[in-house]
């Protein structure tokens, strides 16, 4: 099998930020054709669910590539794939940004496709490089940096947006970026040393994802992420500007700063819960608590008053609680060989946004069937479309008490000596 010599401390941190860099990039791609709806509408000819059809495209992308990203970094090492992961993203940019749709869904695509190679880099540098009783948090650490960039994709770009600035010049802005990023991965990540050479690719790559697959602690950590997460990548990211638009009749700039909330509450719950993880030494009691108070604030969000909490308060909470959906990456790892740490992220990053790709198309069919195709669906209209969201939180709750405890206490008891 093919393993690496690990770099010192000091460059692996280096090349963990820079990573993480990447990962803000291509996040804040993701998010931000939540809030340029209507522009992206009248400019490519299509509805409210055409775009957001064009939006979902990220993520059949993001899903399969992550088996790719998983299995070549795993082999070839993150300087040799991570720079080719961020060009792709840049070539993705501009594709999108020309206003023509069929290089538009190309773009979309590659987005997607680029994307998914900076999160699996940063946590392979990260737990390859540093101890594993820290591996929680540094995990969260890796998703607060992705999504304080989709909270910049909400914060920062509405406001230009709706300050006059033209979407396709914010997406050309950002190919460039994602070309000099890719460059800058080239220059600064540090080449690791092959300790030996796996003589035939293909079959290591196909062994180690049977190992992962097999494991049916894989599977239960991808599905508990992909449920998790749709309150995020679909309802948030995609319809949340919208939603409070629509149902609630807050104006553009407010929308958008409340939707926004939701990263913004992951850029504090994803390396918060991570650390208290790792602090208590266990996965499942915080993967629980999380889940149990994202289901409550989704409740409310769908079927209580926003007038009874404080303003941004009720995405905050549920920002902070669904950061919960990052510790299974811990799990996978934990729960299979070290040498597949690339591949098991890989596998749970697949089965993760596989629901996002799959379901985010159904989730927008079925806001139009509820509203009979109106052009602003009313609230009742996106309770009866969501309500389903609900229901796989509760699901993800229900698997996460079926997963077996990994963390750092479990492990220590087990390998003590008995007396």
């Keep these: 099998m093919n393993s690496k010599t690990k770099v010192g401390t000091g460059v692996a941190a280096v090349a963990w930020l820079v990573a993480a860099v990447f990962y803000f990039y291509q996040y804040s791609l993701r998010s931000a054709p939540a809030v340029m709806l209507p522009q992206l509408s009248s400019a490519f000819g299509l509805s409210a669910l055409g775009v957001a059809s064009l939006a979902g495209l990220f993520y059949y992308g993001y899903s399969p590539f992550s088996l790719v990203a998983g299995a070549a970094i795993d082999r070839l090492g993150p300087k040799t794939v991570m720079p080719v992961g961020a060009l792709m993203v840049g070539i993705g940019a501009l594709l999108f940004g020309s206003g023509n749709l069929a290089a538009a869904n190309v773009g979309r695509f590659l987005q997607g496709a680029g994307g998914v190679f900076a999160l699996v880099g940063a ?3 990260a737990t390859n490089n540093f101890p594993a009783s820290r591996a929680a948090t540094l995990i969260g650490a890796t998703q607060m940096f992705g999504m304080a960039g989709g909270s910049a994709g909400q914060f920062v770009v509405g406001p230009m947006i709706g300050g006059g600035l033209q979407w396709s010049t914010f997406w050309l802005a950002m190919g460039v970026i994602g070309v000099v990023i ?3 991965l080239f220059v600064l990540l540090p080449k690791e040393t092959a300790a030996r050479v796996e003589p035939s690719w293909l079959k290591g790559a196909g062994h180690a994802f049977g190992v992962v697959f097999r494991n049916p602690q894989s599977i239960l950590c991808g599905f508990i992420a992909g449920l998790l997460m749709i309150p ?3 309802f948030d990211m995609v319809w949340g500007v919208r939603y409070l638009q ?3 009749a807050f104006d553009y700039a407010t929308a958008v700063l409340r939707s926004a909330t939701v990263p913004l509450g992951w850029i504090i719950g994803c390396p918060l819960l ?10 499942k009691p915080v993967i629980i608590s999380g889940a149990l108070v994202l289901l409550v604030s989704l409740v409310w969000i769908l079927f209580g008053k926003p007038s009874v909490f404080p ?9 902070i609680a669904s950061g919960a959906a990052m510790l299974p990456y811990t799990v996978i790892k934990e729960a299979n060989p070290p040498q597949f740490g690339g591949t098991a992220t890989g596998v749970i990053n697949f089965i993760n946004f596989t629901f996002s790709a799959l379901l985010g198309p159904v989730f927008a069919r079925m806001l139009q069937t509820a509203s009979e195709g109106a052009a602003a669906p009313s609230l009742a209209h996106y309770q009866n479309a969501f309500q ?3 229901y796989g939180v509760a699901l993800a709750i229900l698997f996460a008490f079926v997963l077996k405890e990994t963390g750092p206490a479990v492990r220590a008891r087990s390998s003590a000596p008995r007396e």
Aim: charged share 15%; proline share 6%.
């Design 232 to 234: 995020t990548t679909i």
């Design 274 to 283: 991570g650390f208290v993880s790792d602090r208590i030494g266990r996965r």
């Design 388 to 390: 389903p969201m609900l």
């Design 311 to 319: 303003p941004y308060a009720l995405a905050l909470v549920a920002g």
């Design 123 to 125: 946590v392979y540098i």
């Design 182 to 184: 890719g460059v800058s």
């Design 246 to 248: 629509d149902a609630h």
